[in-house]
């Protein structure tokens, strides 16, 4: 499945483009492969997302706002939502990715004694 950002690149909202900065930067630096839509450029992408935002995520007036994301088909959230899911680290499990593994290396302490000549 490929995670896919929803954004608006023509917003006029300042609050709109810092958060899809902020998804986007969060999934490039730590290299989660995702592509953008743009749905200001493509309206069969808008709509469908239209469509597949459900019920309860979608606002009393109006259309939902970018960024929204999903994994495949699978609605994943809004910012709000990937928002809380970074302070609670738990971003992976959001997009519906497997954990990562981590990766441990240890570390061996030897104890020597070192004999330090003083010189007169």
């Not at 999934?27 to 069969?44: G, S």
């Not at 995520?57 to 994301?69: D, M, S």
């Not at 939502?81 to 497997?98: A, C, G, I, Q, W």
Request: net charge neutral.
């Amino acid at each position: 499945m490929v995670i896919r950002v929803y954004i608006a690149s023509s917003s006029g909202s300042v609050a709109v483009k810092k958060h899809q900065q902020a998804i986007v930067g969060f999934l490039e630096a730590n290299r989660i492969n995702f592509e953008e839509v743009d749905i200001t450029m493509l309206e069969d992408q808008r709509l469908w997302m239209y469509r597949n935002i459900p019920e309860e995520k979608r606002p009393e007036k109006g259309n939902p706002l970018p960024p929204q994301i999903f994994n495949g088909d699978d609605y994943c959230g809004d910012y709000e939502d990937f928002f809380l899911s970074k302070e609670m680290n738990t971003v992976f499990s959001f997009l519906r990715l497997p954990p990562v593994k981590v990766q441990t290396h240890s570390c061996l302490s030897f104890n020597q004694n070192i004999k330090i000549k003083k010189s007169s």
